[in-house]
């Protein structure tokens, strides 16, 4: 579904969407239909029309000459068609598979794969048992039978004419013993997959034959048959493992030291993986979890980890423990705190020097960036994972190899979006505005105006560090919530009652006799057009499920917030709404068109405004503070209120609301995560982490992958190898740094310049550590020779008056050099302690 701007009349009609609208999804041949559109009328409730996506992103509509002239609003959504699907039987379709692939490679690549399984179960059936691992003799036999095979057949039965890749059967065979968990999790997840579509009847299944392959895992520089014995089963819970690397990989595999950032639904999958590989299960190996939050109710649905007797604990400790219990010899250390510029004290160079690798596991970009800055900043492997619904991906960092890690601007910067406070007060156009506007309502209902009065009480100053914007809804908030103290449930239903009647009548109707909906701008254009949608106001009736659940959930929070009872019982409430009046129209906060009219009403009317909160506050001077509200995306009230203030908002405009799943998904900042992507991008993280533990691996073997599991998209390729930065004669890339002794005794600042330039033949124009300048070539002479003649360590201390952090190996120093005519990032020269 998404908003309208305009419909043009003409054949075809051009349909453009609001410019608020993400990038929609429609595609060509979509059937959709329409609804809440004013003016062209004739569209709403329409048969469902075919529409072609224009390069513009606009959408032709078919004809709509003879319809009448678009006003304002509405809404297009898709209507899905079912489809019908069917397969062939397993006699046809082993000799004429139709394979899941991306490109003509993975379709020869598959077929091969398909010859190979097929070889394998021949095997089986004449010899009682699976290939021996590594055994040439066996390995050859598969070949050999995949060979007599019959040919096989395309779409229409003829032959295909393909020639079999021996070295791939080969391989197949070769390793075909062993059982890797990471392989597991991938086609488990996708095998699930498929189960939810065939009991859901949503998304495509597959169509017939998924072939997924990991050889990229295997050693390339090994001997082609290496010793059998190192792959002997040892009667432990490796064997499967130990059949494909060997037992002298799975040893080292054990004395790996990994950091996991996030303890989250992936984080969960990993640590679980983490367990059934053996990292850190021996030596001087372990896992450290690093994760500052604690296990709430909605975490269970999807972070496996956790269970209802966990709430409220520490994430870290609990998927620690929970790990622990799926492998007794895995060394998990849970630590609490959060990876941030305020904990380098914690995660520190000692810290980082025990690790061999991170793996992260996060769901803001933000943190994303930080955890990636210190891998390259200390050298170490990062391996990271994400999913949407879906939608997953996972990506491999390898020190020197592979590209450093890049946020997308456009996710990083979506993160911090905001929405102008006018347009979220009084000119919604999306849902995400009245999601927006109801988790404001909450906020400043049931904790700011508590807190405000909790605040006079204690005669602290509790509106001097508003801004304008906040004073003037304070106004009407606070005074709505100090009229009187409720004494009883029924005061309570009565003041939401009138909070119903202030937001979706009354206030609306205030707006409208401001800007009446035939109200037409200078230019001639109607003031309620395009982004601005027209509201309507709303009559408050009982039997309406989200006019009941509205008053319902706000009452109850009210008398929460002033510690009486409340109640559940929906009959009962409307029996009492009934009886109750409603209540006359209050005091009305002022409206502005926009921020700049409020800004500007602010600094005439501002100190009027806080004088007159303030009065209204001095009655509150005695009795019992309020207790201030923190949304609780876990508790039933809080999601519920502002589920239902979204949709009567959205009712008010003609916007199409968010259910109450998606509203708490959304105000409640839950990244959307199915077990089934997440424990798929968990096994390709897995699979990658084979690479970073065995032998140096050429870039080649290394995959970023990414899957849409509703649309069966797979795809993996190879990193970017990363970017050569010059100047001058001198080359680096992002994992290059100049390193430098402190020496002893220790160097001054003139003898670390002369070796700097010494180092890349380059004199050095500036020198910071951090924000602190520490040398510049344009200072006096004078000034200069002051800071050259001083020891490195005592003019940064004198510089920034900061002492170096217990264990601190390293002080990072930032230069420029002469000659430098645009802005370029040169290497950091990291000052070896």
């Known amino acids: 579904m998404a908003a309208i701007q305009h419909i043009s009349q003409g054949s075809p009609g051009i349909l453009t969407l609001r410019e608020e609208t993400d990038a929609h999804r429609f595609n060509n041949g979509d059937l959709v239909t329409f609804s809440g559109i004013e003016g062209m009328v ?24 003879t319809f009448s002239r678009y006003l304002r609003g509405g809404a297009v959504t898709e209507v899905k068609r079912p489809k019908t699907v069917s397969h062939e039987p397993l006699d046809t379709a082993l000799l004429q598979p139709r394979v899941v692939a991306q490109s003509p490679q993975e379709v020869h690549r598959a077929h091969c794969l398909h010859q190979a399984f097929h070889a394998l179960h021949k095997f089986q059936q004449l010899h009682g048992r699976p290939p021996k691992p590594w055994d040439p003799v066996d390995a ?195 630590l609490t705190y959060q990876l941030d510029l305020t904990t380098e004290h914690i995660y520190g160079d000692n810290f980082f020097s025990s690790v061999d690798g991170v793996a992260a596991a996060l769901d803001s970009f933000q943190a994303r960036r930080y955890v990636a800055a210190r891998c390259t900043h200390y050298l170490k492997p990062l391996l990271e994972a994400g999913t949407k619904g879906t939608l997953g991906s996972a990506c491999v960092f390898m020190p020197h190899v592979t590209e450093d890690y890049r946020a997308p601007a456009s996710a990083a910067a979506s993160e911090d979006a905001s929405y102008p406070v006018c347009t979220v007060r009084h000119f919604p156009s999306t849902t995400e505005h009245t999601l927006q506007w109801a988790r404001d309502e909450f906020e400043g209902l049931f904790h700011l105006s508590a807190k405000t009065i909790n605040c006079h009480q204690q005669a602290l100053t509790s509106l001097a560090h508003l801004d304008e914007s906040q004073v003037l809804t304070l106004q009407q908030v606070v005074l709505g919530v100090l009229r009187e103290r409720p004494q009883t449930w029924r005061d309570c239903v009565l003041w ?24 037409v701008l200078e230019n001639g254009t109607l003031f309620w057009s395009g982004p601005k949608q027209c509201p309507r106001p709303l009559e408050f009736d009982a039997n309406q499920d989200t006019h009941l659940l ?43 068109a926009s921020d700049l009219e409020l800004a500007s009403a602010y600094a005439e009317f501002g100190p009027e405004q806080s004088k007159k909160l303030n009065e209204a506050l001095e009655i509150w001077t005695v009795g019992p503070p309020l207790e201030p509200l923190t949304f609780e995306k876990d508790d039933d009230f809080h999601v519920d209120f502002v589920a239902a203030a979204a949709s009567l908002r959205a009712q008010n405009y003609g916007i199409p609301p968010a259910d109450r799943t998606k509203t708490k998904r959304i105000v409640g900042r839950i990244t959307p995560a199915i077990a089934t992507t997440t424990a798929a991008v968990a096994g390709l993280v897995g699979l990658e982490l084979y690479k970073v533990v065995g032998s140096p ?40 740094r100049l390193e430098v002794p402190a020496g002893q005794p220790e160097r001054t600042l003139e003898s670390l310049l002369a070796h700097v330039q010494k180092l890349n033949g380059l004199r050095v124009r500036m020198l910071l550590h951090g924000k602190a300048l520490l040398y510049s070539a344009g200072w006096s002479p004078e000034k200069q020779d002051q800071h050259l003649s001083r020891r490195v360590t005592d003019l940064v201390l004198e510089v920034t008056h900061q002492v170096p952090e217990p264990g601190q190996r390293v002080l990072v120093l930032e230069l420029s050099y002469e000659g430098e005519e645009e802005d370029v990032t040169f290497p950091p020269l990291h000052y070896k302690l």
């Open 42 to 65: 004739e569209l709403n409730g329409c048969a469902p029309r075919p529409l072609h996506v224009q390069r513009d992103g606009t959408l032709e509509i078919g004809d709509t000459t």
């Open 140 to 334: 050859e036999m598969v070949v050999d039978l995949a060979q007599a095979l019959e040919s096989l057949k395309g779409t229409e039965g003829e032959p295909l004419e393909e020639q079999l890749d021996k070295a791939l059967v080969r391989t197949v065979a070769l390793s075909s013993a062993g059982g890797l968990s990471p392989m597991a999790a991938v086609l488990g997840a996708v095998a699930a997959q498929e189960v939810l579509k065939a009991v859901s009847k949503k998304f495509m299944p597959l169509d017939q034959w998924l072939y997924f392959d990991a050889l990229d895992c295997l050693p390339e520089d090994e001997e082609p048959f290496p010793n059998p014995e190192d792959y002997a089963p040892r009667d432990c819970r490796y064997d499967g493992q130990i059949a494909v690397f060997g037992a002298g990989f799975q040893e080292k595999l054990s004395h790996q030291h990994y950091l996991l950032v996030g303890a989250g639904a992936i984080g969960c999958e990993l640590l679980k993986g983490f367990a059934l590989v053996g990292l850190g299960a021996g030596g001087t190996g372990g896992v450290t979890v690093a994760d500052m939050d604690h296990v709430e109710r909605s975490n269970l649905s999807r972070q496996f980890l956790f269970r209802p007797q966990d709430f409220g604990r520490p994430k870290a400790e609990v998927a620690a423990e929970a790990a622990h219990r799926l492998n007794s010899d895995l060394q998990v250390t849970p």
């Open 496 to 519: 939401a009652l009138g909070q119903w009647q202030l937001c979706f009548h009354y206030g609306i109707t205030h707006l409208l006799s401001r800007f009446p909906p035939d109200k």
């Open 550 to 592: 509205y008053v319902l959930a706000a009452a109850n929070l009210y008398a929460r917030m002033h510690g009486l009872p409340g109640s559940r019982d929906r009959t009962a409430l409307r029996r009492l709404l009934k009886l109750l009046p409603l209540p006359e129209p209050q005091d009305l906060a002022p409206i502005f």
């Open 697 to 736: 691996r050429p870039r080649s073997a290394f995959r970023h992958s990414y899957l849409n599991l509703s649309e069966n998209y797979f795809s993996r390729w190879v990193p970017q190898a990363p970017a050569i930065q010059e100047f001058h004669h001198w080359k680096w890339t992002c994992w290059d």
